[in-house]
């Protein structure tokens, strides 16, 4: 019989994914699984619980936010050999699901999980950190970590909001990097915000990250807004952001590695986890570093082929 290790977080989103566990493992069962279920314990739990035994099943499946689903990755791309990953979201934003299309509904979630459609998508690495689809500095960046968990697990999103409305004050403190594109660009300049992210959504917002979002093409979308001069600037910035529409403060392009250096330490966010205070920042783009049950339509068997090849390249990236 294959063996599933399941991994969730009971304190994620309004912690409902309690109230589900029967039927979720029971979904797990029928497909033909095994089922070993270990409940987190703290912050990290999830890494390195997966790191250091993993490597014993045919399937891991996480639930939680995106901070659980953040450790998960981290965990499984330090196992010796390619593991699937499936994902039932049960935070209060889920971003990356949005991408993967899955269901809210975690029973729903859990039979993707299990038969869903295989896809590889892309991780990134932070100096020696991982991100599976944003890494971010600058205004609000610290809202999803800094937000109550009693508060998120009451409001769920909302709890969100009201965090970013107690620090709107804060919106026009920039910070200075040199950043140092793949190609070679050097860029220079006072920034309010910056991510770099894989991702169709970014805080529950889609579009924001950018076009033309592809997953598993080895490219972040680095998206970089300058500091307004003024009210009437950040206006322009703001429209700009929901509508796509072209604006000179904001510096947005595709790429597989880019360099971060400021004089002064900056924080970051991981997957909506804070991610330290770094002064400088590498970061790289592993392609389909992992296989993910999706609820995207199938790939052709060519496409599904090609990908493959890419993986089997990769190896371990950390130490």
């Known amino acids: 019989m294959k063996k599933l290790l399941f991994v969730y977080n009971a304190k994620s989103g309004k912690t409902q994914i309690r109230r589900y566990l029967a039927n979720i493992i029971d979904k797990f069962i029928k497909a033909g699984y095994y089922v070993e279920a270990y409940q987190t314990q703290s912050v990290g739990d999830a890494k390195r619980q997966i790191a250091g035994r993993g490597q014993n099943y045919d399937l891991i499946v996480l639930a939680g936010g995106d ?7 981290a965990g499984v791309m330090r196992l010796g050999r390619r593991i699937p990953v499936g994902y039932i ?9 949005t991408s993967l299309k899955l269901p809210k509904d975690p029973v729903r979630a859990a039979e993707i999980a299990v038969t869903g459609t295989p896809a590889y998508v892309d991780v990134g690495s932070f100096n020696r950190d991982t991100f599976i689809y944003i890494a971010a500095f600058g205004a609000f960046t610290d ?5 109550p968990q009693d508060l998120k697990n009451i409001l769920g999103h909302s709890a969100y909001l009201i965090e970013a409305l107690k620090q709107f004050g804060n919106v026009m403190t920039s910070h200075h990097f040199v950043i140092e594109r793949d190609n070679g660009q050097i860029i220079e300049d006072d920034f309010i915000y910056g991510m770099v992210t894989n991702s169709i959504s970014a805080g529950g917002i889609k579009g924001i990250t950018g076009k033309d979002i592809v997953l598993d093409d080895g490219l972040f979308e680095v998206t970089l807004l300058k500091k307004p ?15 796509q529409k072209p604006c000179k403060n904001i510096i947005s392009f595709k ?13 970051w966010v991981l997957d909506g986890e804070y991610g330290g205070d770094p002064k400088k920042v590498i970061i790289r783009n592993h392609k389909c570093a992992v296989k993910m049950k999706t609820g995207l339509e199938s790939k052709k068997k060519d496409q599904m082929v090609g990908t493959v090849k890419n993986t089997l390249k990769l190896g371990k990236y950390h130490s």
């Open 67 to 73: 901070g659980t689903l953040n450790e998960g990755i």
């Open 255 to 267: 790429a597989a590695g880019i360099k971060f250096i400021s004089d002064q330490r900056q924080k």
């Open 89 to 97: 979201p049960s935070g209060s934003t889920n971003d990356f699901a």
């Open 143 to 147: 809202v999803s970590y800094s937000t």
């Open 229 to 243: 001069k003024n009210p009437l600037e950040l206006q322009e910035l703001i429209t700009s952001l929901i509508t």
